[in-house]
């Protein structure tokens, strides 16, 4: 123990109590109690001297009594002992857990790594399956059954991949005979699929359109039937159907059927006996509809232009119109005398001959008289005797009197009993307002606009669009207008395209001079089709289109054939449909070469080509009103 001595009072600056403290804190009683007794007398009033005395006095005797020696180390066996079984206890502790986790805990931690892998090889199993990569899906299941035999999940999975195997090779052959246009094989290899699984890739569409195209077949054979029957109608009507639900399906032979039922149908209504004029707008249309499937073909060109020319005459002729009905109906008696049995177009042709010549004598134009009424009386009517006998009136006037009188007098033109003709049907002729051919110097065109499909008309600029409509008399007013463009200034000379059979189709011209002479000469002279011939409104230039150089493109040239130039050469596309400007110096056309059809306008030689369509649809057929 270490002594503890209250130092306060007298005598703790004498070196001897400093010296008895040392000897006291050091153990050493008998030489401490010595230095605090010699103290005592010295300072007898100190309470630090007489309580360090008081210690070493203490120390001095419990030493002695006790055998109590000074501070030495002593060994802690016991507490050794302690820790040193507590050591041992915990390494045979540790033994015996060892021991027991490897026969216990052990397995239980490698069965649940066991488990672990099994269960990622299964996930990655069905990943794959579901992917549909069955082989790689095949493998992942085995190596899991290799890991945990009794793996139910697994069984399964090796059982899905077979069916998915067995679905995809159902569903590869169904394709491939469905490609193969074996129809009925694919529905019997892919119908169950969808019974199994309906959600399977595109199964369910592809049975649609299998089924569709079953029943698009059936329609397709049953208007084959009424095509083979003559049963024409019904045979359209099918086609169209069949064209109206898919617009692939035997694209090609469809096409060309519809292209032979409008024409048969069409040429059934010109060639019906008797004659019935009152269905020639029907058959305008049936030709126009197979004109649309085959733009080229010059029978069809023929048939609708004398079918058209037909219905515009009868319609001049009913509005009294006598010269354009004379421009009409003797375009048609000049290229074919017998068309709809010929008295339909010669009995009309020749009252309005009769009528243009009245005109023309009223207004003292006596030579324009004469010229009407001589071809007049050369028609083959069964009675010229009126217009042999205007002739006759007006002769006088063309011949002077060879002595002069201050007062001449006029012979009196006879005026025998007026050849009237009366149609056996009359055809409707309803105009609406505003006449097409008031729009001078605008441009009329066909647009497939979606809210507002049929014709427009537009400035030359592109500017301030109109909607005009899609009646009959709107399109017949129209194919009116496109008919006077292949007609010279002066009426008596057409330009149009067809094929001597020794040669591609060719812009021909035909008319007669003013000696009445008729003439025909050809044009062009391409070693490919050349078509849509339109003529300048100044008669100096010819414009047509012609495939000549790979592409349809627009050509111009002089009427004797000089000067023929390629005014939009192209490499693929289409330059369609030309019409010039009343002042003939620039032109108007529609080209796919965007992609969709516009209208473009250039100059007569092919300079400052530009769109004025510039819209998102298909616009198309202009005609420059003149």
């Known amino acids: 123990m270490t002594a503890t001595v209250d130092t306060s009072g007298a005598g703790r600056e004498d070196p001897l109590y400093n010296e008895g403290l040392a000897h006291l804190q050091g153990g050493k009683w008998a030489e401490a109690l010595k230095c605090f007794e010699a103290l005592a007398p010295k300072y007898p009033d100190s309470p630090a001297v007489r309580s360090a005395l008081e210690q070493a006095?203490?120390?001095?005797?419990?030493?002695?009594?006790?055998?109590?020696?000074?501070?030495?180390?002593?060994?802690p066996w016991q507490r050794w002992a302690v820790g040193s079984l507590l050591v041992v206890v915990v390494i045979v502790v540790a033994a015996e857990g060892l021991i027991l986790m490897q026969r216990q805990v052990r397995p239980v931690l490698e069965e649940a790594q066991l488990r672990g892998q099994v269960a990622g090889l299964l996930g990655a199993g069905n990943a794959l399956l579901q992917a549909e990569n069955y082989d790689a899906a095949d493998g992942k299941y085995r190596e899991a059954l290799a890991l945990g035999p009794d793996s139910a999940e697994a069984?399964?999975?090796?059982?899905?991949?077979?069916?998915?195997?067995?679905?995809?090779?159902?569903?590869?052959?169904?394709?491939?005979?469905?490609?193969?246009?074996d129809?009925?094989?694919?529905?019997?290899?892919l119908g169950p699929i969808v019974v199994q699984r309906p959600a399977y890739r595109d199964v369910s569409v592809r049975i649609g359109e299998i089924k569709q195209e079953l029943q698009l077949g059936d329609l397709f054979r049953a208007a084959e039937a009424d095509l083979a029957a003559g049963k024409y109608a019904d045979a359209l009507a099918k086609y169209k159907q069949v064209k109206a639900q898919s617009?692939?399906?035997?694209?090609?032979?469809?096409s060309g059927r519809l292209f032979t039922l409008y024409m048969a149908l069409g040429r059934d209504l010109v060639q019906k006996q008797p004659p019935a004029p009152e269905l020639l707008p029907q058959a305008v249309n049936y030709f126009?509809?197979?004109?649309?499937?085959?733009?080229?073909?010059?029978?069809?060109?023929?048939?609708?232009r004398l079918a058209n020319l037909y219905v515009s005459g009868q319609a001049s002729y009913t509005q009294k119109q006598w010269d354009d009905a004379v421009s009409s109906l003797r375009a048609i008696f000049d290229e074919r005398p017998g068309y709809l049995g010929g008295k339909l177009i010669?009995?009309?042709?020749?009252?309005?001959?009769?009528?243009?010549?009245?005109?023309?004598?009223?207004?003292?134009?006596?030579?324009?008289?004469?010229?009407?009424?001589?071809?007049?009386?050369?028609?083959?009517?069964?009675?010229t005797a009126l217009a042999r006998a205007r002739m006759d009136a007006v002769f006088a006037f063309l011949t002077p009197t060879p002595t002069p009188a201050n007062t001449p007098t006029t012979t009196p033109i006879p005026t025998p009993t007026a050849y009237v003709y009366v149609p056996p049907t009359a055809i409707p002729s309803a105009t609406p307002p505003p006449p097409l051919s008031t729009f001078r110097n605008q441009i009329l065109f066909w647009t497939d606009r979606e809210d507002q499909p049929g014709l427009w008309v537009m400035n030359p600029d592109g500017g301030n669009r109109r909607f005009l409509g899609n009646a009959g008399d709107v399109r017949k007013q129209y194919d009116d207008l496109r008919t006077k463009e292949a007609l010279s200034p002066d009426g008596r000379y057409r330009v149009y395209a067809t094929s001597d059979q020794s040669t591609s189709v060719q812009i021909w011209i035909q008319g007669k001079d003013q000696n009445g002479v008729l003439s025909t000469w050809q044009v062009s002279n391409l070693t490919k089709m050349s078509y849509d011939p339109v003529w300048s409104p100044d008669g100096s230039l010819i414009a047509f289109v012609s495939t000549e150089l790979t592409s349809d493109d627009i050509w111009t040239i002089q009427p004797d054939g000089d000067n023929r130039w390629n005014r939009t050469p192209n490499k693929w596309e289409w330059d369609k449909h030309p019409s010039f400007s009343p002042d003939s110096q620039r032109i108007v056309f529609w080209t796919n070469r965007e992609g969709t059809k516009q209208l473009y306008i250039m100059d007569r030689d092919g300079k400052n080509q530009r769109n004025i369509s510039k819209v998102a649809w298909d616009e198309y057929d202009p005609l420059w009103v003149k």
């Open 346 to 383: 010669v009995d009309p042709l020749y009252d309005a001959y009769i009528h243009s010549g009245d005109a023309s004598r009223d207004a003292a134009d006596y030579p324009r008289a004469w010229e009407q009424y001589r071809r007049a009386s050369e028609l083959p009517v069964a009675d």
């Open 288 to 304: 126009a509809q197979a004109l649309a499937l085959q733009p080229t073909d010059v029978e069809a060109s023929a048939e609708h």
């Open 155 to 181: 069984q399964a999975g090796l059982q899905q991949v077979a069916e998915g195997r067995a679905i995809f090779g159902a569903y590869t052959d169904g394709v491939a005979r469905q490609q193969a246009g």
């Open 247 to 254: 617009a692939t399906y035997q694209r090609d032979p469809i």
């Open 57 to 75: 006095r203490f120390k001095a005797r419990l030493d002695a009594t006790a055998g109590v020696r000074a501070r030495r180390w002593v060994w």
């Open 183 to 189: 129809l009925a094989g694919a529905l019997d290899k």
